[in-house]
């Protein structure tokens, strides 16, 4: 049976319906501020993190002690061991071979062994050395082929298994002394430092 909506007559309750306007969501806005904050909150705490790892890194590679004479060192394809410092030599004298230094000459023994799986050169030019104030000195290669007799212990070829012994030597001034020295397997590694902690001459 149909209705017919006549205003003279009274109406139930409620009833025509009434139209409400929908309430605009605010679940949403709340959500995205909420995930906001999280993502804020994520990267403080990993901000934090990094520089806490970094410093106790820092820390622990100021704690670590300098290997020095005798300890093997690694940097690249090369495994290093410093055997002998000897500083305080005016002169070197190899049979009819000489050199004379403008300071003195401290003449660093040490073994190199090719531990990588390709031949590597080995130089004395690489090979970098430091006074106790931070002084670097460059190795002497012409002084070397004297200590070491030929030149094949200051420029050769090192195969993998091989192991060569030579003598760097720094021509560094009378009243100067040598704190460690930085040795590398090619001119763009790290280098690794050992220390030799020489004293300076009392002649």
Same mark, same amino acid.
């Given at each position: ?12 309750? *409620? ?27 994520? &990267? &403080?705490?990993? %901000?934090?993190?990094?520089? /806490?790892?970094?410093?106790? /890194?820092?820390?622990?590679?100021? +704690? ?8 093997? !060192? ?12 000897? &500083? *305080? @030599?005016?002169?070197?004298? $190899? ?8 300071? @003195? ?8 062994? $090719?531990? %990588?799986? +390709? ?34 212990? #200051?420029?050769? !070829?090192? $195969?993998?298994? $091989? =192991? ?13 002394? /040598? =704190?460690? #020295?930085? /040795?590398?397997? =090619? +001119?763009?590694?790290?280098? !690794?430092?050992? =220390?030799? *902690? ?6």
């Amino acid at each position: 049976m149909c209705h017919v909506y006549d205003p003279t007559v009274p109406q139930q309750a *409620g009833y025509p319906p009434t139209l409400v306007a929908p309430v605009a969501p605010r679940r949403r806005g709340r959500m995205i501020w909420l995930v906001v904050g999280l993502v804020a909150l994520g &990267c &403080c705490v990993a %901000g934090v993190t990094a520089q /806490l790892v970094g410093q106790a /890194l820092r820390e622990a590679e100021t +704690a670590a002690p300098t290997p020095g004479i005798g300890d093997p !060192v690694r940097d690249g394809q090369f495994e290093f061991v410093v055997s002998a410092v000897t &500083c *305080g @030599q005016a002169e070197l004298v $190899n049979g009819i071979l000489r050199a004379r230094a403008q300071g @003195q000459y401290c003449v660093v023994e040490m073994s190199v062994r $090719n531990i %990588g799986r +390709a031949p590597r050169q080995f130089a004395d030019g690489l090979q970098k050395a430091f006074g106790p104030g931070g002084e670097q000195y460059a190795a002497d290669t012409g002084a070397g082929v004297v200590a070491n007799g030929d030149g094949i212990a #200051v420029w050769n !070829v090192v $195969n993998p298994g $091989n =192991s060569v012994a030579a003598k760097v030597v720094y021509d560094i001034p009378t009243t100067a002394s /040598l =704190s460690t #020295v930085e /040795l590398h397997d =090619s +001119a763009l590694s790290g280098g !690794v430092r050992v =220390s030799v *902690g020489t004293s300076q001459p009392t002649a």
